[in-house]
């Protein structure tokens, strides 16, 4: 019997193809299953969780005359990220606001329906974010599971763009491309999501994802000093930095 690693493909080097949830003309249906699909899989994968340790501290040490810290997610997709971040803060008793932007108008709108449905005050908008700056009067900017779609001069570009929006802090948080990550996703795919975008898409993601050193490689070169890297369950690595211009 054969082993299963040699069943799986060789990550040795990105393997970027188009995933099916960019597509133009995606039936708004569709979307919407696949990322519902992706929530779940970010629940399991704690990436909230993972994320709020960081903020927490800038959240915790902040002057009530501060005013609220204040949280961007780029590229938010449907926005689950925000509001799990509230929800952390909320039951923290920490004073803080989270929004998210997306280029897509049908995330975006899903974000804000759900938001609106619970109650939240997170705010979405759209907003591409390789063309042109991010808002600036944000103290964090996060990024979750978008940094894979890029190449490494896109990678680069939207990396600086966050060091010189974001105020306090730069967090992002990502696959690591590698066999064993590949095979997680198309199991975990398949358990938490009837979406075939997603049965696509996830594999097809960890294939074009980079390598920990290769993120960290790209985060240095846009940040111009120090960048934190650290791993965490599923095969995920998250960036941290603070911007160079404050």
């Known amino acids: 019997m054969l082993p299963l690693t040699s069943l799986l493909p060789d990550l040795r080097c990105r393997r970027r193809e188009p995933e ?7 039936p ?21 969780s993972i994320l709020w340790r960081q903020i927490e501290g800038l959240a915790s040490s902040r002057p009530s005359a ?8 780029v590229a938010t997709g449907g926005g689950s990220l925000p509001l799990a971040l509230e929800k952390k803060a909320r039951a923290a008793g920490l004073d803080a606001r989270f929004d998210g932007c ?22 979405y908008f759209a907003r591409d974010a390789l063309a042109g700056p991010l808002p600036g009067d944000y103290n964090v900017l996060t990024c979750s599971l978008f940094l894979h779609h890029l190449d490494e001069a896109d990678a680069v570009a939207l990396l600086r763009r966050m060091d010189d929006a974001a105020l306090d802090l ?47 490689g790209l985060a240095e070169r846009a940040a111009g000093g120090p960048v934190r890297l650290t791993r965490h369950w599923p095969r995920r690595f998250l960036l941290s930095w603070r911007p160079r211009t404050r």
Not at 67 to 72: E, I, K, M, T, Y
């Open 102 to 123: 997306d280029i897509s108008e049908t995330a975006v709108g899903l974000a804000a329906s759900r938001a609106a449905g619970r109650g939240s005050s997170c705010r």
């Open 170 to 216: 730069v967090l992002v948080d990502d696959l690591i491309r590698s066999r064993l990550g590949y095979g997680l996703a198309v199991a975990g795919c398949r358990l938490l999501s009837r979406s075939p975008i997603v049965h696509a898409d996830g594999p097809a993601s960890v294939a074009a994802a980079f390598t920990a050193a290769e993120a960290l």
């Open 20 to 26: 099916l949830m960019d597509q133009p003309g995606l």
């Open 66 to 73: 501060a005013g609220p810290l204040r949280v961007l997610d």
């Open 28 to 48: 708004a249906a569709e979307h919407a299953r696949a990322l519902e699909g992706l929530r779940r899989i970010n629940a399991i994968s704690r990436t909230a």
